[in-house]
């Protein structure tokens, strides 16, 4: 029966008639630096697992991309991240799959970062409220306050959702033998996806507050994709936190392991070496028209013929040499020549305005040159004028700085919630 | 300077992502020598008469193929203009051990570069070829690009490489599946690039095989850090038990399988009970 094979769910039947079954719709965060085919792809595991399990019905999906303000080195604009997401989540001009994934804005656009707790909360505000038949700004729980804007398009999508459910569990409800039947109530929510790495990262003091721990695994429950290196039975198993919510944590093993990982396409694009086939093409098209991490935009396009190999390998041979823009809060904009990778941290001055930096764009020289002007904005007007002498001085300085954080050693595996441990109240 | 073209066989059924990969990583790690140029890469699928069980018919391997490396018409990326298909071997009735494929396209080069190719001298001189020859025949493309090298160099040397997995290399020692003239011809004439996972250790295996060893620095190793286990074995798997393949290989050529009800997938693309639209 091709209706039978063709629906992703358990069975022909109306959707909510099995109330066991749970009605979910999976979130996933990150930074998406760029999203990957390995990104996109825990999706597309999660929904069958789920499904094979028999305990579980996937709605749809959530990516939420983090916001700028997340502070991480070589973090590429949300403008940027956001574009290449939805770029990868459009399905091909020609009849192709459905598209289920959304991609949420909301967290990415915001001034600050966002812990993930709350961004599930966000969410789920949209189904309660759907389900309860009240207004979201009275459902939206935690310290974070955050009431759901009503103009939000993953909430508007999620209200959709529920009515749906609510209006075929009604049918089913009046079809066949009420009396028999037990109309339980109608549930959904949002379970977190993520790598093994995230799940891993709960043991690292500081970064994640306990009690957004034990809510995300008791009142949502996640779907963690197996990476190698990683091993989250023993996890779940040595966690305290979480460990009495183990039911709700589903582990997907991945048989085609599939390593890709954001830093690795970052380095390889710094080197010159071709990302093809690890991403859409799309991101890639991307990532070279606009030039972000340190890649070559020659080398994308000269890709066959003899002439295109010099290109190719000056882009292999050649330093990741690109200057680095550094964008403080105010929006001035310092150029930085040298290394293409110091990281200024979090609650570091604008050397132009004393500004503390929050937020850290690289860009290509050539994207560097696209933009206008040398001088930043909020310079005071003696030097815009053009003190060359204090100018030289201030790069001298920068450079220095870039010399001696370069040095550092790189920071290793996901450091999301860094910046929580300075929001803590 | 050596001017490379990399071939790689094998049955492509389906072709994944990870043998374009391959490709790729391939290019860039003989780049990176310093001493080669990668003037371009041939595709080329077994033929039907190879016998194996499961192995679609050649007519679907090649058109999913072409889809892949964005020639057959229905594509959203960017079509790879160095990969090519090449379908000498696939069109052949008979199966075409992997040294006589290697062989064949070298010979043509040779004739190209030494004025001897016959097509090249039937044909307009300069190479201006209609579209449709450059898709369809890959020999006109390698013409294409020899003339272009030898309007920079006098005598360029243009060889053959076989760009292969790790697996095909240590196949190399299992009885009966290679002759022993065509594994030696092929690492002292050819030379070869084969990517390896980590952890797999095929220096040992070149420094233990005694046919090969002599030959050594004509095998390029090269490791795949970032560990892609993307087989088409397991693809098939997937697609029989109606689970999503997506973003494992490309979408043209999985929707070429729906639509044509391939290794045993439902019409269509997996479906969610979509309720919102």
Not at chain 2, 10 to 25: D, K, Q
Request: glycine share 8%.
């Amino acid at each position: 029966d091709a209706k039978l094979t063709d629906t992703v769910g358990c069975s022909a039947m109306p959707v909510a008639a099995d109330p066991t079954i749970e009605n979910v719709v999976l979130l996933a965060c990150g930074s998406y630096n760029p999203v990957t085919n390995m990104h996109l792809r825990m999706f597309e595991v999660a929904r069958d697992a789920l499904r094979k399990s028999g305990r579980f019905r996937v709605l749809g999906g959530i990516i939420s991309p983090v916001a700028d303000a997340f502070g991480k080195e070589d973090l590429a604009s949300a403008e940027h991240r956001l574009e290449m997401l939805r770029l990868a989540l459009s399905p091909p001009a020609v009849a192709g799959p459905p598209a289920w994934i959304r991609l949420g804005k909301w967290e990415a656009t915001r001034r600050r970062w966002t812990p993930t707790r709350q961004v599930l909360d966000r969410y789920q505000a949209a189904i309660d409220a759907e389900l309860t038949g009240t207004e979201p700004c009275s459902t939206a729980g935690g310290s974070g306050g955050e009431s759901c804007d009503e103009t939000d398009a993953e909430c508007i999508w999620l209200r959709k959702l529920v009515r749906r459910l609510k209006s075929t569990a009604g049918a089913s409800a009046h079809g066949g033998d009420s009396a028999d039947r037990q109309t339980a109530p109608l549930a959904a929510r949002l379970m977190l996806l993520c790598g093994a790495d995230l799940l891993a990262s709960f043991a690292r003091p500081g970064l994640w507050r306990t009690e957004d721990m034990v809510t995300i695994a008791r009142d949502y429950g996640m779907v963690v994709l197996a990476r190698s290196g990683f091993n989250p039975q023993k996890f779940i198993y040595e966690c305290d936190a979480i460990n009495p919510f183990e039911q709700n944590l589903v582990i997907l093993s991945e048989w085609s392991c599939n390593d890709t990982s954001s830093s690795q396409i970052r380095r390889s694009l710094r080197r010159g070496e071709s990302v093809r086939y690890l991403l859409p093409d799309s991101v890639i098209d991307y990532v070279y028209r606009h030039r972000l991490y340190g890649c070559r935009a020659d080398y994308w396009h000269g890709q066959s013929s003899v002439s295109s190999d010099d290109a190719a390998e000056a882009a292999v041979s050649s330093s990741a040499a690109a200057a680095a823009v550094q964008r403080c809060s105010r929006g001035c904009q310092t150029r930085m020549t040298g290394s293409a990778m110091p990281a200024a941290r979090i609650g570091k001055e604008c050397r132009a305005c004393g500004a503390r930096s929050t937020r850290h764009v690289f860009l290509s020289s050539a994207a560097v040159d696209d933009q206008r002007g040398d001088a930043p904005d909020c310079l005071p007007q003696q030097q815009q004028h053009g003190d060359s002498r204090h100018d030289r001085h201030r790069q001298q300085s920068l450079q220095q700085d870039a010399a001696s954080v370069a040095a550092l050693p790189a920071l290793s595996g996901p450091v999301r919630h860094r910046s929580h441990r300075e929001s803590k109240s | 300077m050596h001017y490379i073209v990399l071939v790689a066989g094998g049955s492509f059924n389906p072709v994944t992502n990870m043998h374009l990969r391959m490709f790729e990583l391939a290019r860039d790690a003989l780049i990176k020598t310093g001493q080669f140029k990668v003037l371009g890469g041939i595709v080329s699928p077994v033929s039907d008469g190879y016998n194996k069980p499961g192995l679609l018919p050649s007519k679907h391997r090649i058109e999913m193929l072409k889809l892949a490396l964005g020639r057959g018409g229905c594509s959203d990326g960017i079509p790879s203009s160095w990969i090519r298909l090449g379908t000498w071997e696939a069109v052949r009735s008979q199966w075409t051990p992997t040294r006589k494929v290697l062989d064949h396209y070298q010979r043509r080069i040779d004739a190209m570069l030494a004025d001897t190719d016959e097509a090249q001298l039937n044909g307009p001189p300069d190479g201006k070829r209609s579209r449709i020859d450059e898709e369809s025949d890959e020999l006109a493309w390698l013409r294409s690009l020899v003339a272009k090298l030898r309007a920079k160099e006098s005598q360029p040397d243009v060889r053959i490489m076989l760009l292969c997995g790790g697996d095909v290399l240590q196949s190399f020692a299992v009885k009966g599946v290679w002759q022993e003239e065509d594994m030696v011809s092929i690492v002292r004439d050819y030379g070869m690039v084969v990517l390896s996972r980590p952890g797999s250790d095929p220096h040992r295996f070149v420094h233990t095989f005694d046919l090969i060893n002599p030959y050594e620095r004509n095998i390029r190793l090269v490791t795949e850090w970032a560990v892609n286990d993307i087989s088409s074995t397991l693809i098939r798997r997937t697609l029989q038990r109606n689970e999503s393949v997506r973003y494992m290989l490309p979408d043209p050529v999985i929707d070429y399988i729906y639509r044509n009800g391939l290794y045993g997938s439902t019409a269509s693309w997996p479906r969610l009970e979509n309720f919102a639209d």
